[in-house]
Structures are given as structure tokens and as C-alpha cells.
């Protein structure tokens, strides 16, 4: 009988437990680097830390999944440089935690990487082989950011290349075509070009040349008042980044699921370079990246302004749950005193 009446009251208990779960609408881009968060749907954890999330379509770029913010598809998104764009052009952005970047260092791209087609006349390892070619990126974007970087490293301008603006589903039919001789882009996409196309090089992988920018982005309006929630979904989303460095395998199958067309030879491929930068901790160097993100595309004439990144990085919440649950970020290397923050913490270049 006791058992009758316990397993009653579990049945009763159970549409009012769904009920107090906090509703969150989220979006993604079809980038393995993005996996943390339908990760954290899958394995429960956002349900445990009391939210019931839904993630909304992934989108080719970071400039669609913005759009999406503000059509109202989404509520908070995981985007890069997209931000700098729309933050210029009036859209008011908070930068709340990572997807992928580093904390503990500047330099941090191992996700990204240059490919080229065999008879295109670049050679691996050889940037400067890179002048006169015509080379995919998408505008706005960390693959933009990574080629205009490698072109700087090489003693190279943007003018010395054709840049052909081109979301990165599309490059690898655009290398097969002769379209364009090379791409810069995240993972998946160049290691399903190694795969797909005969012959292709990958010129160069990561290098350190630019530092990461992934961030979990909302409109300060609701940031400001969902200050409670914002926190249980950066938890969530750090225990499944832990769970992920831990078990990548299991979570590039996840990722099979999540973006159109994944293989799982190539996701396991991906990840390995993906559970590198898997670190949703801000420290001052993910200040500095969107700093010198924004400093690059000034210099180069891409960007006719800039903005002041501590009106758009709000780090009380992940540092919380720095502070509340260490433990999530336990097999990561410590953040070096000089640069942790606190949630006051001011930039100065």
C-alpha cells in the first residue's frame, strides 16, 4: 500500500514538476563547435538545472541565427563575430558566456581550418601561395576573421585575393565545381572537404592566428530581466561541455543528429579538435578577442566604427556559476591570475 501511495504521489508530482520548468527558446548554427547545447538537451541537463529548452533550427551562419534573435525565433543564440556587425548596426547585444574559445589563452581557432583543391596552385603550409586565388568565406563571420588573419601572417591584403562570400554547407560543392580554389571555414565543413573532394589540401589547420569568438548571446532586454534563468542555462550547458571533453565519441553522435548531413567518421574527426575550445568560462582574454576581433576588421576597412565591449559583455552570471559549481570546470587548466575576472571587471586594451 505504501508503495501504491508513493508511486501515486510520483504520478501527480510529475505534470507539476514539467509545469515549474522555465521555457527557453535557443538557437544554433550547423557548426560542431555548437553541440554543447543540444547536448545539454539530450542528456537532461537542462531539465535538471530546471529549464525545459528548445533549439530552433540550425542555421547556415551566425548572421542567420541573429536574424532569427530578432524575428523572435530564438531567445538567446551562440554566435562570434555576427555580434560586431549587428551590435554596429543598432541591435542590442550581451555576450553572457562561450560556446567555444579559450579562457586561459589568446590564441585559440584549432576548429578552423584551409582547404584547397590540388591543381589550384596553393601549396600546404604556404600562405603566400594564397595571391591571385579565389577564396571562400563567409562574410561577417569567424571563417572571414581566419583568412583575413593567415592573409596578414603571409604579408598579404585582402586585395591580393578574391574573397567569395559563401555560407559553409555550400563550400565544399564550390571547391568540386572549380568555383573558388580555396575555403576558410569551421568544422565540419573542411574535414567533409578532405573527404569529398579528390585531392584536396588542408593549407593550414587552427595556428593560433586568431583568437576564438563564440559566445551565448541575447538582446539586453531580456538578459536584464531573466538574470536567474540565464544562470541555470550556462550551468546546464557547462556540465554538458564536461560531459562532452569527457565522452567525445558519444557526443559526435549527438552531432550526427543536430547538423543536416553529418557523417559520424567525420564528426569524431571534428570533435577532437572541437572538445579543445570547449570552455564556457569568460576570462579578460575573451575581452581581448572580441577587442582585437573588431581591431582587425577596422584596420583592414571592413568595419567604418567600433564598439566598447564592456557595454556588450555581461560576465556576472557565468562567473557565479564559476563560483557555485567549480566542479564543471574541474579537467580544464586553471584561468592565470592576470586574467580572471570578476563580475565587475572592466577591460582596457
Keep these: ?42 542528456r537532461g541537463f537542462f531539465e535538471k538545472h530546471g529549464l525545459d529548452v528548445e533549439i530552433a533550427r540550425p542555421y547556415a551562419t551566425g548572421v542567420d541565427a541573429l536574424n ?9 543564440v551562440q554566435v562570434g563575430v555576427p555580434m560586431i556587425g549587428a551590435v554596429l548596426r543598432g541591435m542590442d547585444l550581451v555576450a553572457l558566456g562561450n ?23 596553393i601549396r600546404k603550409g604556404d600562405l603566400a601561395s594564397l595571391k591571385g586565388k579565389r577564396i571562400a568565406a563567409s562574410f561577417g563571420t569567424i571563417n572571414h576573421l581566419y583568412i583575413l588573419a593567415l592573409l ?101 553522435q549527438i552531432a550526427t543528429r543536430w547538423i543536416p548531413g553529418l557523417k559520424p567518421d567525420i564528426a569524431e574527426a571534428a570533435m577532437e579538435f572541437n572538445i579543445q575550445q570547449a570552455d ?15 581591431d582587425r576588421l577596422h584596420r583592414l576597412g571592413f568595419l567604418k566604427a567600433t564598439f566598447d565591449v564592456n557595454k556588450h559583455i555581461e560576465p556576472k552570471h557565468i562567473v557565479r556559476v564559476m563560483e557555485k559549481h567549480p566542479d564543471l570546470f574541474s579537467d580544464l587548466p586553471a584561468i592565470p591570475q592576470d586574467v580572471m575576472i570578476g563580475k565587475d571587471f572592466v577591460f582596457k586594451p
Design 1 to 42: 500500500m505504501i508503495r501504491l501511495l508513493s508511486l501515486l504521489c510520483m504520478l501527480i508530482a510529475a505534470p507539476a514538476l514539467a509545469q515549474d520548468l522555465t521555457t527557453v527558446k535557443a538557437g544554433m548554427v550547423t557548426g560542431v563547435d555548437q553541440i554543447g547545447l543540444p547536448i545539454a538537451l539530450e
Design 68 to 76: 532569427a534573435l530578432q524575428a523572435g525565433e530564438s531567445e538567446i
Design 99 to 121: 560556446y567555444s574559445g579559450n579562457a586561459t589563452k589568446l590564441g585559440s581557432d584549432a576548429t578552423m581550418a584551409l582547404i584547397a583543391r590540388d591543381d589550384s596552385g
Design 152 to 252: 596578414e601572417k603571409a604579408g598579404l591584403t585582402p586585395q591580393d585575393v578574391t574573397l567569395v562570400n559563401t555560407p559553409p554547407p555550400d563550400m565544399t560543392v564550390a571547391l568540386l565545381a572549380k568555383g573558388i580554389d580555396a575555403f576558410s571555414a569551421w568544422d565540419p565543413w573542411p574535414i567533409v572537404a578532405l573527404k569529398d573532394v579528390p585531392g584536396a589540401i588542408e593549407v593550414i589547420r587552427g595556428g593560433d592566428v586568431i583568437s576564438y569568438l563564440g559566445f551565448n548571446v541575447a538582446t539586453r532586454p531580456w538578459v536584464e530581466k531573466n538574470g536567474e534563468t540565464i544562470e541555470k542555462f550556462l550551468a546546464a550547458l557547462s556540465e554538458a561541455d564536461k560531459w562532452m571533453r569527457a565522452n567525445p565519441k558519444q557526443a559526435a
Design 280 to 294: 564556457r568560462r569568460l576570462s579578460a582574454n575573451n575581452y581581448r578577442a572580441l577587442w582585437s576581433a573588431q
